[in-house]
């Protein structure tokens, strides 16, 4: 997965939603995880697409998770939606980059 097919996928999802890209914002978010982090992102008028593989990574959204050493999922999610929970399992700082789709207010 590159930021360019995250981008794609957004804004394909968009699409799928029955939204136009006019009416979001999109934006790449890097978020930096300490050392055995875990961090909740609450819910809102939003999703996001993880851009990179990234080892030591567990995303858990409503829709999906996404964990490259875990067994508690037989299909990984690149696309979360609702409240969404990023844990870093590594004992180094993690970079974890995303694309976040907001809808504006109508």
Do not use: W
């Amino acid at each position: 997965m590159t930021t360019e097919t995250a981008m794609q996928i957004g804004i394909k999802r968009i699409s799928d939603l029955g939204h136009k890209e006019k009416d979001c914002y999109i934006h790449i978010r890097h978020f930096v995880l300490s050392p055995m982090e875990k961090r909740v992102i609450p819910q809102g008028l939003q999703f996001f697409v993880l851009a990179e593989e990234v080892q030591n990574l567990r995303i858990e959204s409503e829709i999906g998770v996404y964990d490259l050493l875990g067994d508690s999922a037989n299909e990984l999610q690149y696309v979360f939606e609702g409240s969404m929970e990023l844990t870093n399992y590594s004992a180094n700082p993690l970079h974890v980059i995303m694309i976040q789709v907001i809808f504006k207010h109508q």
